[in-house]
């Protein structure tokens, strides 16, 4: 059952004595737990029957016993175990799955992978709704922001959701965070462009990977200089850990193109997420540098990488080897 359709049976007041929530990807697993904690009750229903556990602590008898109380003043209670696969004695739990009390909510966040072999994880798959949060594709990121801000009433353009996605990644709590931090700064403003980045997140609309990778792309190498200037001076900006992986995977997936045979528009657009800007650099990189120059950045970003963790390198800061490496991929 997705997120969505659990959700929506909670509005309507249709529950499963059992949820268990579990995945790799923590922000749905969170949303629903939150939703749960705030919302499946009234303010004064959860004074007397709203129980919550935290996995390292808690024991196995207790929540058990929690589970079993019948409500007070309410129809029903809610019993919430969150970070349940940091609690060493999970799997007692197995004598309550095995028959809940239909009264009772008991909602399990796990965050991970439960063991499927285990007599609990069986009688889950009976007597329990599970539901699966699996970590958010690559190429799925810039369409969940642009989802994200329409969901919360407001439209973002292109080069803004790229900044976001190539300064955070796939941190889907943190992108919801500097979303609604922007949102509650824009005083009447429908639309969030990259000037809004820079001013209410502090990530830089002229210095940042995003600009560096054009930089290169275009063969830039003034730009690109006064780019890893910029990190060197700022160096909470894009340290060069993770400015080497972003490139990598922006120029591996050029490196991909020719080993498709075609090189048109229609199939480079899903390489690139139908990103139509990293679309656009692709396009650079691949008039500007041909087959053998993109190999040759792609070398050079294995050198570096190995560099920059100190291997056959004797201390050579940062922002120095990217200056280097620049110098050799464009000239």
Request: contains cysteine; hydrophobic residues 40%; glycine residues 6%.
């Amino acid at each position: 059952m997705s997120v969505e359709k659990i959700l929506n049976a909670w509005k309507k007041k249709d529950f499963k004595p059992i949820y268990w929530l579990e995945g790799e990807e923590d922000y749905y697993i969170d949303l629903l737990i939150k939703y749960a904690e705030h919302q499946i009750l009234s303010e004064s229903e959860a004074s007397f029957n709203l129980s919550i556990f935290y996995g390292k602590d808690a024991d196995w008898t207790e929540v058990i016993n929690a589970c079993k109380r019948y409500p007070m003043f309410a129809e029903r209670q809610v019993v919430l175990l969150k970070e349940a696969q940091q609690m060493t004695s999970l799997e007692k739990l197995d004598s309550y799955v095995e028959s809940p009390l239909s009264s009772t909510i008991f909602i399990v966040g796990y965050k991970g992978k439960g063991d499927k072999r285990t007599k609990l994880y069986k009688l889950l798959g009976k007597n329990a709704e599970i539901f699966n949060s699996p970590k958010i594709r690559e190429d799925k990121v810039h369409e969940w922001i642009a989802n994200l801000v329409h969901s919360k009433g407001f439209t973002i353009d292109t080069k803004a959701v790229s900044l976001i996605e190539e300064h955070i990644g796939n941190d889907l709590s943190r992108i919801e965070n500097e979303i609604e931090k922007i949102s509650v700064n824009l005083k009447g403003k429908k639309v969030i462009d990259e000037n809004d980045i820079e001013k209410f997140i502090g990530i830089s609309k002229e210095y940042n990977i995003f600009e560096l990778q054009a930089a290169i792309a275009k063969k830039d190498l003034a730009k690109a200089v006064k780019i890893i200037t910029y990190f060197e001076s700022n160096p909470k900006a894009v340290p060069i850990q993770l400015a080497l992986p972003a490139l990598y995977s922006f120029f591996s997936k050029v490196y991909a193109v020719y080993g498709l045979g075609n090189a048109s528009e229609s199939t480079l657009r899903p390489l690139f997420y139908n990103n139509p800007i990293s679309l656009k650099q692709a396009q650079e990189t691949m008039k500007n540098y041909g087959y053998s120059g993109v190999e040759k950045i792609i070398l050079l970003l294995n050198h570096y990488n190995l560099k920059g963790i100190g291997v056959g390198d004797s201390g050579t800061s940062g922002a120095s080897l990217m200056k280097e490496m620049a110098v050799k991929m464009i000239l």
